[in-house]
Nanobody, 128 residues
Framework: QVQLVESGGGLVQAGGSLRLSCAAS????????MGWFRQAPGKERNFVAA????????YYVDSMKGRFTISRDNAGKMVYLLVNSLKLEDTAVYYC?????????????????????WGQGTQVTVSS
């Protein structure tokens, strides 16, 4: 069992930065790949980034490479998503998720079906 709690969302101006955090509980955290997804109002939940269990591989949507950085701290059971140069279209609820797999391929980690556990989400609102 893994429980996930996101934090760090809020209202930020376009061009700014945010670091989202996800605190995990459960003894298997260090064996799970972790991912971040986001869901805008009225839209599907979409993949943003993932990281494998030992931080040797990261996975990103091509359009988000360069602005988004995922990282993890297995000792502290934390996962982070740093978002730079925020755009209006980044407004969404951001979700942290734990996979039953330790690593990719991308096809698994980019799909919601690749994850067993989800947090409640944290709202990010970007203003002009």
């Amino acid at each position: 069992q893994v429980q996930l709690v996101e934090s760090g969302g809020g209202l930020v101006q376009a061009g700014g930065s945010l670091r989202l955090s996800c605190a995990a509980s459960g003894r298997t955290f260090s064996s799970n790949a972790m991912g971040w997804f986001r869901q805008a109002p009225g839209k599907e939940r979409n993949f943003v980034a993932a990281i494998n269990a030992n931080s040797t591989a990261t996975y990103y949507v091509d359009s988000m490479k360069g602005r988004f950085t995922i990282s993890r701290d297995n000792a502290g059971k934390m996962v982070y998503l740093l978002v730079n140069s925020l755009k209006l279209e980044d407004t969404a609820v951001y979700y942290c998720a734990a996979s039953s797999f330790a690593e990719g391929p991308m096809g698994i980690l980019a799909a919601t079906s690749g994850y067993n556990y989800w947090g409640q989400g944290t709202q990010v609102t970007v203003s002009s």
